[in-house]
């Protein structure tokens, strides 16, 4: 069956550690994004992709790093720099234009601090 | 910005109706809603392109006041299988086109009791 596979479903980071999260896709979808859900906040997103080997920072892209080698993978790597990092991780993927297409996600990822 | 859902939190009793609203700042080329249950990953509902166009998925449809920059879910007859929180993600203008990507709000609770 199609869909996205996200794993680990949990992880735990040290101080000063960082940490990938990975994303994979089977739906042949040329986007792909990361999210961060925290309670209350909604789903805010942290980087996204249209095409392979191409990628922009949405709205809190800091201490966050991706890459977009393949169009199937979109790994996400928690850095050290960012100092809350507990949260629930989604990814999606789409068609693109956005407009017409919806977003279909992955299980999560949750991120504890040890 | 994150559009604003409103109200927070409702209530209901089965059988019960209930609307969400979803405002934006900005102009909008399109407004998506889904549905998240406790610790699993959101589910697309709907998609709206047009203003006042209204888009039905079982007894869930949505309205968009395209000019208002305002969207609306209607629940009619609600279902105990309705419970969870809803996101309204918009896409929106930017610089005269689109940056294809989704901004959420901060999610609607709905909690329907027997």
């Known amino acids: 069956d199609g869909g996205i596979t996200q794993s680990p479903k949990y992880l735990f980071r040290k101080e000063g550690q960082n940490v990938t999260l990975s994303c994979e896709q089977n739906?042949?979808?040329?986007?792909m994004y990361w999210y961060r859900q925290d309670p209350g906040q909604g789903l805010r997103l942290i980087y996204y992709s249209q095409i392979v080997n191409d990628f922009q920072k949405g709205d809190i892209a800091e201490g966050y790093s991706v890459s977009r080698e393949k169009k199937e993978s979109f790994p996400l790597t928690v850095t050290s720099a960012q100092k809350n990092p507990t949260a629930f991780y989604l990814c999606a993927s789409g068609q693109t234009p956005a407009r017409n297409q919806p977003q279909h996600f992955g299980d999560g990822t949750r991120l504890s601090i040890l | 910005q994150q559009p604003v859902q409103s109200p927070q939190a409702v209530i209901l009793r089965e059988g019960e109706d209930a609307v969400i609203n979803c405002s934006s700042s900005?102009?909008?080329?399109?407004v998506h809603w889904y549905r998240q249950k406790h610790g699993e990953a959101p589910v697309f509902l709907m998609i709206?392109?047009?203003?006042?166009e209204q888009k039905g998925h079982e007894k869930i449809s949505a309205s968009f006041n395209e000019k208002k920059q305002q969207s609306s879910l209607y629940l009619t007859a609600s279902q105990l299988s309705y419970s969870g929180t809803y996101f309204c993600g918009t896409e929106s203008v930017n610089g005269g086109g689109s940056n294809y990507k989704l901004t959420f709000g901060k999610g609607t609770l709905l909690t329907v009791n027997p």
């Open positions: 709206l392109l047009k203003g006042g």
């Open positions: 739906l042949n979808h040329d986007a």
């Open positions: 900005k102009a909008l080329y399109s």
